[in-house]
Nanobody, 115 residues
Framework: QVQLVESGGGLVQPGGSLRLSCAAS????????MAWHRQAPGKQRELVAT???????NYADSVKGRFTISRDNAKNTLYLQMSSLKPEDTAVYYC?????????WGQGTQVTVSS
């Protein structure tokens, strides 16, 4: 079992920045990759970024060049640095930890980009 708790969401103006954190606990050794997903009102959940244990990252086209995913294995924490935020980035952001045999999700943190 892996438990995930997100934090760092909030209200930010267009063009601003936020950093999301996701603290992992439990069977940390079983985690292979981690990811951030988001779900906007009335839309399906979409993948934002992934990162492997070795640090290889991949991004959705909509956030490339603006968002950076990283992980601190010593602190068992996943981050998402978001810059140049746009109103269309408004969503609930979810942390996800997974391997070939499990997938765990956090409860989500709201990010609202509005003036």
């Amino acid at each position: 079992q892996v438990q995930l708790v997100e934090s760092g969401g909030g209200l930010v103006q267009p063009g601003g920045s936020l950093r999301l954190s996701c603290a992992a606990s439990g069977s940390i050794f079983s985690i292979n990759s981690m990811a951030w997903h988001r779900q906007a009102p009335g839309k399906q959940r979409e993948l934002v970024a992934t990162i492997t244990t070795g640090g290889y990252a991949n991004y959705a086209d909509s956030v490339k060049g603006r968002f950076t995913i990283s992980r601190d294995n010593a602190k068992n924490t996943l981050y998402l640095q978001m810059s140049s935020l746009k109103p269309e980035d408004t969503a609930v952001y979810y942390c996800n930890a997974y391997s070939s045999i499990f997938s765990s999700w956090g409860q989500g943190t709201q990010v609202t980009v509005s003036s």
